[in-house]
C-alpha cells in the first residue's frame, strides 16, 4: 500500500524549473530510491514531500502526520558545535509526543553522548543525523546525500544504519547518486534529470532495460574497425590501447575469430552496472 504519492509535482523559482511532471508513489515498508545528478531536482521533490516546499502545481500525499510521523535529515544538517550527542538526542525527542527512547538509538550510534558536535567525524554525524531522523518514532525516514563526503568504510556503516531503519519498519525515502548505494539498499528506485522523471523501476529491472546483451573489454594495438561491420557486434569503442565490444551472446566468439589471440591481453567479460544504466538513460554519468 502507498504510503507517500506524487502525481504531476511541478516546482518553479521565477523562470527556472525544478521538478517538470514528476509523479511517483513509495510503498509502506520499503527503501525508494531518487537519483540524479546534482541539480536534477531530487531534493526540491523530497522538500516538497516533507512539507518544507510548496509546489507550484500538482498533488502530494503522505499518509501520515508530517510533524509526528516523518522523520527528515537533509544534506547540509548541521547542529551547534557546543551541543553534546545526548543533549541533541534529548532535545529532538521533546519535540514529540511520542518519541523513541532516545539512550537505546543513542547506544546503536556507538556516539560519547559528552561528544560536542564540532568534535565528531564526518561518519559520526551522519551516524547521528540518522538517529536524529528516527528519534520521533517515524513511519517514514526522508534522507537526502547522508553518505556524500564520506570515507569508504563510514559510508558502509551508514548503510547498516539504514539497513536497520527497514527492519523497524521504517519506510525510507533515499536521494543519493551513488549507483552502488542505490544498488545495496533500494527495493526501487526513481532516475531523474533536468527535473524530469526517466525511469522508476527495482535497480535490476534498470539494468536489464538497458543491458543489450554483453560487453567485453580488452588491451589491444591491433586496429579494431573489422570488428563494427561483424554481425553479432552492436558497438565498439576505443580509448589508446583499451576496448570496450558490446554485442549479443556470441560476441566474445566474434571478437576473439577476428583477431588474434596474440594481440589481445586484459580480455574480460563485464557486466552492465546500475552506472551504465543510468548513462544511457540520462546521457550523463551519475557523478
Not at 50 to 67: F, M, Q, Y
Not at 84 to 102: N, T
Not at 146 to 172: C, H, K, N, Y
Not at 192 to 206: E, F, K, N, Q, W
Request: glycine share 8%; net charge negative.
Amino acid at each position: 500500500m502507498a504510503i507517500i504519492t506524487v502525481e504531476n509535482l511541478h516546482k518553479t523559482y521565477g523562470t527556472h524549473v525544478a521538478v517538470d511532471d514528476v509523479s511517483f508513489s513509495v510503498d509502506e515498508g520499503e527503501i525508494f530510491g531518487i537519483v540524479g545528478r546534482n541539480g536534477a531536482g531530487k531534493t526540491t521533490t523530497v522538500e516538497c514531500v516533507a512539507g518544507l516546499r510548496t509546489p507550484t502545481s500538482g498533488r502530494v500525499t503522505v499518509d501520515a502526520d508530517l510533524k509526528q510521523q516523518v522523520g527528515v535529515q537533509l544534506q547540509d544538517c548541521t547542529l551547534p558545535d557546543k551541543i553534546r550527542v545526548g543533549e541533541a538526542l534529548a532535545l529532538y525527542a521533546s519535540f514529540y509526543s511520542r518519541p523513541a527512547d532516545w539512550r537505546a538509538l543513542l547506544e546503536e550510534t556507538g556516539l560519547d553522548p559528552r561528544t560536542a558536535f564540532a568534535k565528531l567525524s564526518g561518519g559520526q554525524r551522519q551516524r547521528l543525523s540518522i538517529a536524529l531522523a528516527l528519534v520521533g518514532n517515524p513511519r517514514i525516514a526522508i534522507l537526502d546525500e547522508l553518505t556524500t563526503g564520506l570515507d569508504p568504510q563510514a559510508r558502509r556503516d551508514t548503510w547498516e544504519s539504514i539497513a536497520r531503519m527497514r527492519e523497524r519498519g521504517v519506510t525510507v525515502l533515499l536521494i543519493s547518486h551513488f549507483m552502488e548505494e542505490i544498488e545495496r539498499l533500494c527495493d526501487r528506485v526513481l532516475v531523474v534529470s533536468a527535473g524530469r522523471a526517466l525511469a522508476i523501476d527495482t535497480p535490476a529491472g534498470l539494468v536489464v532495460r538497458v543491458s543489450g546483451g554483453q560487453r567485453i573489454s580488452f588491451r589491444t594495438s591491433a586496429s579494431v574497425d573489422a570488428l563494427k561491420d561483424l554481425p553479432d557486434v552492436t558497438s565498439v569503442s576505443r580509448d589508446g590501447d583499451e576496448v570496450v565490444v558490446t554485442g549479443t551472446d556470441d560476441v566474445l566468439t566474434a571478437v576473439v575469430n577476428t583477431l588474434p589471440a596474440s594481440q589481445l591481453s586484459a580480455l574480460r567479460m563485464e557486466r552492465t552496472t546500475l552506472d551504465d544504466a543510468f548513462l544511457a538513460l540520462t546521457g550523463h554519468p551519475a557523478s
